[in-house]
C-alpha cells in the first residue's frame, strides 16, 4: 500500500492575556510582548517592530478604548514557518474606531506629544485593519512579516 508521508508544519504559536485599561496595563503589554517572542524563534527586527507596535496600540486602547471596569486583550500568534506575527488588541469600545490619515507637519503639529501614533503602526507594520469584535467591541490588528 503507498501512503503519503504525513506533512509537517510548524506550529501557530499563540498567546492572550486579559490587561487592566491602565496605563501600567498598557506598559506591561508591551513587556509581555517582547518576553513572549524572545521566547519563540522570532528574529530580532521582527520583535523590535512588535514592541513598538503593541506598545502604540496597547496605550490606543487605554486612551481611546476605555469603558470603566473592562480591560483589554493582547493576542499575539506567531506563525514561525512563514516568519509572521499577528497581533490583535481588543478593547470594549466598538463605537471609537481607529482612523489613520497624513501626519500634520506644521511646526506647532509637531510640538504636540500625540496624534502620529497610527503613522508609525503603518509604517511598522505590513498591514493593520479595525474588526467588529461583538457585541460592542473592536480589534485593531496588526501584521508583522520578518526576514528569517
Avoid: Y
Avoid at 521582527?46 to 471596569?69: D, F, I, S, Y
Amino acid at each position: 500500500m503507498n501512503h503519503s508521508a504525513p506533512q509537517l508544519t510548524s506550529p501557530r504559536l499563540s498567546f492572550t492575556q486579559l490587561l487592566s485599561s491602565t496605563r501600567r496595563g498598557a506598559r506591561l503589554a508591551r513587556l509581555l510582548t517582547v518576553s513572549q517572542l524572545r521566547s519563540w524563534p522570532t528574529p530580532q527586527d521582527l520583535t523590535e517592530r512588535a514592541e513598538l507596535v503593541v506598545a502604540e496600540l496597547a496605550a490606543n486602547a487605554v486612551l481611546h478604548g476605555h469603558v470603566p471596569g473592562r480591560s483589554f486583550r493582547l493576542t499575539l500568534v506567531f506563525d514561525a514557518a512563514a516568519c509572521h506575527l499577528q497581533v490583535d488588541v481588543t478593547d470594549p469600545r466598538g463605537d471609537r474606531w481607529p482612523q489613520a490619515g497624513p501626519v500634520d507637519a506644521t511646526p506647532e503639529a509637531l510640538l504636540r506629544t500625540g496624534g502620529r501614533g497610527l503613522a508609525l503602526v503603518d509604517a511598522l507594520t505590513d498591514r493593520w485593519e479595525t474588526l467588529a469584535f461583538p457585541p460592542s467591541g473592536k480589534t485593531v490588528r496588526a501584521e508583522l512579516i520578518g526576514t528569517s
